[in-house]
């Protein structure tokens, strides 16, 4: 066994065996709260290559003819897990080292697992041969908005600083810039760009953030005819650009709208009514000014307009 696994599953099967009780609820209070195991890539590779065949009551009613994934008893993950969710985190994980830190973050005996590495968290499907990724703040379930470039759920975006917005925006116009090379001029950051847009409205950083993208999706406009020198492509990509824009901006307007409202059209810091008027994109919308605006808007949580699921 290799000596970064913590205890925390033997301690709760000696808890089971000695008292009883569901091993899920005895792993959590072994491991109080820090993460269940922590173990390298490679091990777990190690093991799942190793490990006998493990047969597993799933306690399905006998007429019920359906037999569950080939799985294996992991001593570093805790429980039964099918061979093939781990070979998928394996190929979700090629980019990193054999010797990558996966930390358990929690584990439901035969349901599912969350696995944390270098930032990145997964879900690995118990049931199945099936992982997917999650958003990368720790005990969120959501989905991301996109894996690579925007890999945070749509609530948890609106947490990000103004730079992670913008390096995401970034990132995502250039993703989306490749994908429509051959039609450069019908370019679009999709419902993705839109996401980062109303996020970018929490963080007050819109203009920053709209800019970047719009321009890494199309080019930079003091380029385009030197990269496009077809006369009709360069226009097309012109058009293509200031329709974006329009359509982002429009999004934007859309969710200041709706913040405004949702802090009951008054200043959140001094309660003079919110005007009409635009105060401009560096307000966050539920302040009148930049004086009452705090340093840092507030943070999405539970109850509160900021969580708003955007799908
Ligand atoms: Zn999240
Ligand atoms: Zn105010």
Not at 26 to 32: E, I, K, M, V, Y
Not at 95 to 102: K, T, V
Not at 121 to 134: A, C, G, K, S
Not at 260 to 276: E, I, P
Request: with cysteine.
């Amino acid at each position: 066994m290799p000596r970064s696994q913590s205890t925390a599953a033997q301690r709760a099967r000696e808890a089971q065996q000695q008292g009883g009780g569901k091993f899920t609820a005895l792993l959590r209070q072994a491991a109080g709260g820090e993460p269940l195991s922590t173990f390298a890539l490679r091990d777990l590779l190690a093991e799942c290559s190793t490990s006998p065949l493990v047969v597993v009551d799933w306690d399905y009613h006998p007429d019920y003819d359906v037999r569950g994934p080939q799985m294996f008893d992991s001593e570093l993950m805790g429980g039964p897990v099918p061979y093939g969710t781990v070979l998928a985190l394996a190929g979700a994980l090629s980019q990193s080292a054999m010797d990558a830190e996966l930390l358990v973050e929690s584990h439901s005996r035969l349901e599912g697992a969350v696995v944390r590495c270098e930032g990145r968290r997964f879900n690995l499907v118990l049931t199945q041969e099936m992982v997917y990724e999650l958003c990368r703040t720790p005990r969120c379930h959501h989905h991301p908005v996109e894996e690579f470039d925007i890999p945070f759920c749509t609530a948890h975006l609106a947490e990000r600083s103004t730079e992670e917005l913008v390096r995401m925006a970034r990132a995502w116009g250039y993703a989306q810039h490749e994908t429509h090379s051959n039609d450069p001029g019908n370019a679009t950051t999709g419902l993705e760009g839109t996401l980062l847009v109303r996020a970018a409205v929490a963080r007050a950083a819109v203009s920053e953030t709209l800019d970047v993208m719009v321009e890494a999706c199309f080019q930079d406009p003091n380029l385009i005819d030197d990269v496009y020198w077809d006369a009709d492509v360069a226009m097309a990509v012109r058009h293509g650009m200031d329709r974006e824009r329009l359509r982002l901006e429009k999004e934007a307007k859309a969710e200041a709208a709706r913040l405004r409202k949702a802090a009951g059209d008054s200043c959140t810091t001094c309660g003079r009514t919110l005007s009409r008027h635009w105060p401009g994109w560096n307000v966050p919308p539920q302040f009148c000014s930049t004086t009452c605006a705090p340093d840092t808007p507030p943070q999405p949580s539970e109850g509160n307009p900021w969580a708003r699921s955007f799908r």
